[in-house]
């Protein structure tokens, strides 16, 4: 009985508002608004959307294919003037909101994380213009 108990109180002590204010004070990049197209898969599952916000280390997705919060999948970001889609081998889903979700990057190989900053530097220029 004690057990139950200690498990209400656990969950009691942990609000929803709290997870959400510490997740924001989480981000360590700034995040430059962007409309790239993008694609995710994990498994036997393939998504689509819109990436509206990109930084160094993850980019918030909108879709409407449903997400759930805490999977990995590999993700391409289709930015207008490369050759490739960016490649990011993982990323782990930190949060999902209505048709959004964001995302941070678990592992990206050296030539894909360079091409990233380029994009971001872009985005960068075109926002202080």
């Not at 819109?50 to 990995?72: A, K, N, Q, W, Y």
Request: net charge positive.
């Amino acid at each position: 009985m004690m057990k139950n108990s200690a498990k209400a109180s656990a969950k009691k002590s942990k609000p929803r508002a709290g997870k959400e204010e510490s997740f924001k004070e989480q981000r360590q990049q700034p995040r430059f608004t962007s409309q790239f197209r993008s694609t995710f898969s994990g498994g036997q599952r393939e998504g689509q959307g819109r990436t509206r916000d990109l930084s160094i280390g993850g980019c918030m997705i909108e879709t409407d294919f449903p997400v759930v919060e805490g999977t990995s999948f590999e993700c391409r970001i289709y930015v207008p003037g490369l050759d490739w889609p960016l490649r990011i081998d993982e990323a782990h889903v930190r949060w999902v909101k209505a048709k959004t979700f964001g995302i941070q990057f678990t592992k990206i190989q050296a030539d894909e994380k360079a091409k990233l900053k380029q994009v971001i530097a872009n985005l960068d220029a075109e926002g202080a213009v």
